[in-house]
């Protein structure tokens, strides 16, 4: 029986062209549907891709503007959904879904419009930082504690990173709707603004950089699972530490968690790098949810249901996957 073809909504973009990419790679047989609002560019993707189709998408149509003669397997939303068509559609057809352009303070009407449809199919809430990496990483870590005190995300930007002024520029887009940043403090919900805003971010080669707290879904996921009552997430932009030693820019995500572990508190430290870019890391941690939601690794496919990204893997298998692909993992340092 042939197989459906997934559809990439953006697939012609920043991010989409690498998730083509990492999905061609990892799977070579499954075709694809490269949707864009410029056939020309969705062409080229496609065709560098082989075994693709380039589709005009509308976003602001019912349906997507989508062929209804094509039928997909699954939906990975790359470009904002703001009319939810995207979700309109994959609920339509009872097939999964994956949102990576939504933020924290936009979730209500996705999460809305599934209540309504619950039963209809897999909805997978994957707009976490680079599609799951930080998760995954402060994850593994937080599992090495018998109780998690507090957690802190870190991410450098870089500058010369094509991705870095884009994923700026989305965490601005966030913030513009929502002024304060999430964070939980005590235990509780806080919202930060002004002066509280402003953090800072250690890099590998243990500069100080200053950073912006931001407010993440990473920070709903961390909550539920790990219940540290101190988390945040912050962002700085400025040069890599891979860069700065000579290599290729790099993605750069630091955790530090602080706990209880054999009776004693302590604090450890684990960071990412990813030579391959921003871009490139976020498509691959994407891809990596999609082939959990068909079933492709690990079982069976979803059943309906709302899920976040840890729902669907596990953090050292999520990480080995990343690793095979070419990042590196500093292994963690108590006491930093």
Not at 17 to 25: E, K, M
Not at 139 to 156: C, N, S
Not at 179 to 201: C, E, I, K, N, Y
Request: hydrophobic letters at 45%.
């Amino acid at each position: 029986m042939p197989l459906q073809p997934i559809l990439l909504a953006g697939g012609s973009g920043t991010v989409g062209r690498q998730a083509v990419h990492w999905f061609r790679q990892r799977q070579p047989d499954w075709p694809l549907l490269v949707g864009g609002r410029n056939l020309a560019t969705a062409e080229d993707v496609a065709q560098a891709a082989g075994q693709a189709r380039a589709v005009g998408l509308d976003l602001d149509q019912p349906g997507l503007g989508l062929d209804p003669a094509l039928t997909p397997a699954a939906i990975i939303m790359l470009a904002p959904d703001q009319a939810l068509h995207g979700l309109s559609l994959a609920q339509r057809l009872g097939i999964p879904y994956l949102n990576a352009n939504t933020g924290v303070t936009e979730l209500g009407p996705e999460v809305a419009q599934f209540m309504h449809h619950p039963g209809a199919h897999a909805l997978v809430l994957s707009s976490h930082w680079a599609s799951g990496a930080a998760l995954a990483l402060a994850l593994d870590l937080a599992r090495r504690f018998t109780r998690v005190a507090a957690i802190g995300v870190e991410v450098l930007l870089d500058e010369e990173d094509p991705a870095g002024p884009l994923a700026w520029e989305d965490m601005a887009r966030v913030h513009s709707a929502a002024p304060a940043a999430l964070a939980f403090r005590h235990g509780r919900r806080h919202w930060l603004s002004g002066a509280d805003l402003q953090g800072s971010v250690t890099a590998l080669d243990g500069r100080t950089l200053a950073a912006t707290a931001f407010g993440s879904i990473d920070l709903l996921s961390l909550w539920a699972t790990t219940a540290a009552p101190e988390l945040r997430f912050d962002i700085a932009m400025g040069e890599s530490s891979s860069r700065r030693r000579g290599a290729e820019t790099a993605a750069e995500i630091a955790v530090k968690v602080t706990g209880e572990r054999d009776g004693q508190t302590t604090t450890a430290r684990s960071v990412l790098e990813f030579s391959q870019g921003q871009a490139s890391l976020t498509a691959l941690g994407l891809v990596l949810s999609l082939e959990r939601a068909l079933g492709l690794v690990g079982g069976r496919p979803l059943p309906a249901g709302l899920y976040m990204p840890e729902q669907l893997w596990a953090a050292d298998w999520f990480l080995q996957e990343l690793q095979r692909e070419g990042a590196v993992l500093h292994h963690p340092v108590d006491g930093y």
